[in-house]
């Protein structure tokens, strides 16, 4: 991961989100109650974080994003398919990712 910041840990989730955006809301809600850890960065505060992230994974402005490890989960790219790239359609599509993943479930 190339991300700008030095408080990036490889063992913690990062879960990329917009205030207004009801998929994000929606993903840490269910993140909370099944109490799996992350770390929330609102993309409203860290714009640059959030240019860094589009042009890297070629997204267009669409969250959430989850980032850990190696890996990310986007909800759209233009990206041809690579390794530690994954696209879901749905939250709770993402959620079975980040599960099988991280979790090796």
């Not at 690579?82 to 990712?97: H, S």
């Amino acid at each position: 991961m190339e991300l700008e910041t030095n408080a990036i840990s490889e063992n913690e989730i990062y879960v990329l989100t917009l205030d207004d955006c009801q998929f994000c809301t929606l993903l840490k809600d269910t993140l909370l109650k099944m109490t799996i850890p992350f770390t929330d960065i609102d993309i409203d505060r860290h714009t640059q974080l959030g240019d860094s992230i589009e042009l890297q994974y070629q997204t267009e402005g669409y969250y959430p994003v989850i980032l850990y490890g190696d890996n990310v989960l986007l909800p759209h790219t233009n990206l041809a398919p690579r390794e530690g790239v994954r696209i879901f359609n749905t939250i709770d599509e993402a959620l079975e990712l980040l599960l099988k993943d991280y979790y090796e479930i």
